[in-house]
Structure formats: structure tokens, C-alpha cells
């Protein structure tokens, strides 16, 4: 199995509602069957009915919860694009669910949760360098 | 907010296990602080305890469930590498949810489940292209 993740659908129970929050925040996209499709750097990040995924997936659906036991982390330049993205977020639908601050690693950052309750967290790591296309590489952590 | 996805954090109620499985299916990833990293393309993916992860987000861990709301997905370049990433994945000790068929989108694929239930759909689809790098790219659906 290669290091790479090919697509990552977050299930949602109204597709217009994700759709129109994405896409306040500058993502574009295309739609087909019902499923909307976002280039996303290197992969793709799709919308797609939470139960049919499900369903496709071979697993039942408890239904929308808190915590589905996955995060997701949009890295940014500066900490001023962390609040601004929050702030961003907020204005399109979302929800903080942790306030922007100081992190534990010695970044700062913030979490917001989309219409669904997926969860991205916001955050300015200098540790973990974005090139200019915003591509994330790993530090060697024995480097250190 | 740019197109990408910096980070995906995997929740895990079991760290040796998680790390177990992605490594006997090819990972290779770095430690720190009872995280797991993996370089995965131009993003990182992050094997994390499933409750800090919850605490880090500011909300509530219900516990694992058979569907989070999301799924991953892992293109392959043959049918064949779809049957043989999935037999890996059972010897890894993940679960097959849905066996490898035709799919309605006209590919063929599988989807497994890793031991904290994270489920990965393998699929080989001739309409989303892949670059010699692993990379997707989906393409014009109106140019269809």
C-alpha cells in the first residue's frame, strides 16, 4: 500500500447545507449524482449522503455523533490566518469547538466543526513546514 | 481557505495495534509522544488516542462506532491491486465491510475496515486518474 490517501468522503446528511459552507470558504468543486467532488491538493475531498456512504461502506449508520473518532487539519502561514479562518468558518455555518490559543506543540490553533459535526482543526505549526503549493512535509523528528 | 487537507488524524483506542496494522501493510512513520505520523503524499496521517483527540477538539467521545461519518479512500492502478491490498489488510488484522465488486460508478472496488473501524474504501476507477506519484486528479465531468 502506497503513503497516500486518494479521497476522503465526509458524509453529510444535507448536501446543500455542506456544500454552500465549503464553498463560502473558497472551495470549488463539481457535482455528479448527487456528490460533490473538490480537488483537493493532490487527492480528493468529496460530499456525499452520510447514509448512502454508509451503506456503500458495508456499515450501519448510528447516525450523526459528536466525535466520530477522525480529525482533520488545515495548516496555515501565520496566526492571524488561524483566527481569520475560524472566524471564516463561523460566518459560513460552522461551529468552534475549541478556541484558537496556544497548542500543546507549540503552535497556535483552533478547531471548528462543519454543518455535519466534521471536525478540521485551524493551525500554525512551524514545526511541520508548508511548501508553497501547501503541501505538508514531516520534520525528522530525531533531527531535533 | 485553500483546497487541502494537511492532516488526518485517526482517533485510536489501541496505539501498538493501529501502528501494527499500517505498518504490515507498507507504512512507515515516525514517533512522538505516543502519536504516530506517517508522511502520506503532500499530508500527514496521524495515529492519535481517540480520546485526546475528542478532548483536543473540544468535544465529546461517544466511543467508537461502526461509521464515524467519513471514509478514506485508496486508488490502486489494477483490479488486481485492489484484491491484493485487501487480502493484506484481513492478514493486518482489518475487516473486510464490503467485498471487492463492480461498483456502480463503473470501477472495481472493496472497502476494509482497520482494527479501530476507520474505514478504507481500495479502488481501482479508471475515471479519476492517477499520476505516477499516487496523486488524483479528478477530471472535467462535463468534458464526459
Redesign the interface.
Known amino acids: ?11 453529510v446528511t444535507d448536501l446543500e447545507t455542506a456544500k454552500s459552507f465549503y464553498t463560502a ?4 468543486g ?3 449524482e448527487e456528490t460533490f ?9 468529496v460530499l456525499w449522503s ?1 447514509e448512502r ?2 451503506e ?7 447516525g ?12 496555515v502561514r501565520s496566526a492571524a490566518e488561524v483566527d481569520e ?1 475560524l472566524e ?1 468558518a463561523v460566518r459560513a455555518g460552522g461551529r ?3 478556541p484558537a490559543g496556544t497548542t500543546f506543540y507549540g503552535g497556535y490553533a483552533g ?1 471548528f ?1 462543519d454543518p ?4 478540521w ?1 485551524v ?1 500554525h505549526n512551524e514545526g ?1 513546514p ?2 508553497e ?6 520534520p ?3 533531527a531535533k
Chains 1, 2 share one sequence.
Open positions: 500500500m502506497e503513503q497516500r490517501i486518494s479521497l476522503v468522503t465526509l458524509g470558504l473558497g472551495w470549488r463539481q457535482e455528479a467532488f473538490f480537488q483537493a491538493s493532490g487527492q480528493a475531498m452520510r456512504l454508509a456503500d461502506c458495508g456499515v450501519q449508520d448510528p450523526p455523533v459528536a466525535f466520530g473518532g477522525i480529525a482533520l487539519a488545515h495548516n479562518l471564516a468552534i469547538t475549541r478547531v466543526a455535519e459535526g466534521h471536525l482543526e493551525a511541520f508548508l511548501a503549493d501547501g503541501s505538508l512535509t514531516l525528522d523528528f530525531d
